[in-house]
């Protein structure tokens, strides 16, 4: 998990309420990336930023929104139009040089929308 | 579109004994291919990839995987497991473009038991 911190570890809303996750990465990557977990569906991809100032829709955007202002920093919102938000959700980042082409994770924040 | 299958949702394996989790892909062109694991409550860590050359390639942990063209697969293998292997795996692929963003499609998972 180096080098990209979420927060927080766990994060409890009420239904209806917008929510944003934190990710921040020191590994000075150009990409970063949200997903989402559940149970037997692998990960999934929300949204995508190569550069700052600039991002895009993934597979399952819908309900989610994201910024880029600063090269380090990729937070997600998630918003009341969200219909399932309960899950796992994934930050990581890489290079857009090279021939490093994984991905690095962060830890995780474990959301529960009640 | 690609598409990465693991058909196992559970491997068990006693410690010591070698284990192989499964991995088949679908892409046009050439594969970019990759094994993470998971540890509960814990983000992916990365063990190795296949881009080009070798079709045996070795990661981190004592794990390896052998890229198989014609049969599409990239089963990930350990000769000896270790309790502590037990956790969730995924494989994933991307498209080998030099240019423009290229998804990484995750698996489903398999959850890999080693038992003392």
């Known amino acids: 998990d180096g080098g990209i911190t979420q927060s927080p570890k766990y994060l409890f809303r009420k239904e209806g309420q917008n929510v944003t996750l934190s990710c921040e990465q020191n590994?000075?990557?150009?990409?970063m990336y949200w997903y989402r977990q559940d149970p037997g569906q692998g990960l999934r991809l929300i949204y995508y930023?190569?550069?700052?100032?600039?991002?895009q829709k993934g597979d399952i955007a819908e309900g989610y929104s994201v910024s880029r202002e600063k090269k380090e920093s990729f937070p997600l919102t998630v918003t009341s139009a969200q219909k399932n938000p309960t899950a796992f959700y994934l930050c990581?980042?890489?290079?857009?040089?090279?021939?490093?082409?994984?991905?690095?994770f962060g830890p995780g924040t474990r959301l529960t929308v009640t | 579109a690609q598409s990465v299958a693991q058909p196992e949702d559970q491997v068990n394996v006693a410690e010591g004994n070698p284990l192989t989790v499964k991995c088949t892909y679908s892409?046009?062109?050439?594969?970019?291919l990759f094994w993470y694991v998971q540890y509960p409550n814990r983000g992916l860590q990365f063990l190795l990839k296949?881009?080009?050359?070798?079709?045996l390639v070795k990661g981190s942990y004592g794990f390896e995987a052998e890229f198989n063209k014609s049969q599409t697969s990239f089963h990930l293998k350990k000769p000896s497991a270790l309790v502590s292997d037990s956790a969730l795996y995924f494989c994933?692929?991307?498209?080998?473009?030099?240019?423009?963003?290229?998804?990484?499609?995750f698996g489903t998972g398999t959850r890999l038991l080693v038992s003392p």
């Open positions: 930023s190569q550069i700052v100032n600039d991002f």
């Open positions: 590994l000075n990557h150009d990409a």
């Open positions: 994933a692929v991307r498209k080998s473009r030099n240019t423009g963003f290229q998804k990484l499609v």
């Open positions: 990581a980042s890489s290079t857009t040089s090279g021939r490093t082409y994984e991905q690095y």
């Open positions: 296949y881009i080009t050359g070798d079709n």
């Open positions: 892409v046009s062109g050439n594969p970019y």
